[in-house]
């Protein structure tokens, strides 16, 4: 998204909790780019005039037509979801300030004799792989676009930049 780099008035809060993403302002919003960390099948709640697309790491949900929100469920999602960066635009364009909240509860202090599976832990062998793994599944709706047919695309092969050589170049 293209933003006025003025920050305007009025503030807005997202907050992901329990598989529901929502927003709230004090203000009429019209676009919302999301950056997240995480795995989670994610279906848009928003309402008629509004669009969402995204990838495994970023969400654009714009309004169209002029429909704003200001209190709105934004997606619902199962598996997890962190969210990193949030920008949101009013109406002229600009950007207003948002607080993210991640509110998914996590265990904080856990209380239990360890010594008495010690005998199961000490066989623990963890058959997890390593490496990075990071999965989105979108559930949007048929916008009527035209679809995309990967063997059309062509290929191209990156060109490796040319090194120069020091001094001059043109025999000057």
């Given at each position: 998204m293209t933003y006025n780099n003025k920050l305007?008035?009025?503030?807005?809060?997202?907050i992901c909790n329990n598989g529901s993403c929502s927003i709230e302002s004090t203000?009429?919003?019209?676009?919302?780019?999301?950056d997240f960390t995480g795995t989670a099948s994610i279906t848009p709640t928003l309402p008629e005039g509004w669009i969402m697309q995204g990838n495994k790491s970023k969400m654009l949900l714009i309004g169209l037509q002029g429909v704003a929100i200001k209190n709105q469920e934004l997606f619902t999602y199962k598996g997890?979801?962190?969210l990193k960066k949030v920008l949101v635009s009013n109406k002229e364009?600009?950007?207003i300030r948002c607080h993210i909240e991640n509110?998914?509860?996590t265990w904080r202090n856990q209380h239990w004799d360890t010594s008495i599976e010690a005998?199961?832990?000490d066989n623990f062998k963890s058959n997890v792989k390593k490496g990075k793994v990071t999965k989105t599944k979108y559930n949007l709706p048929d916008y009527g676009l035209p679809k995309v047919d990967k063997t059309k695309i062509k290929k191209t092969k990156r060109r490796k930049p040319t090194s120069t050589s020091g001094g001059s170049s043109?025999?000057?």
């Open positions: 305007a008035t009025g503030y807005s809060t997202i203000v009429d919003i019209l676009g919302i780019e999301i997890t979801i962190k364009a600009k950007l509110v998914n509860p005998d199961t832990w043109g025999g000057y």
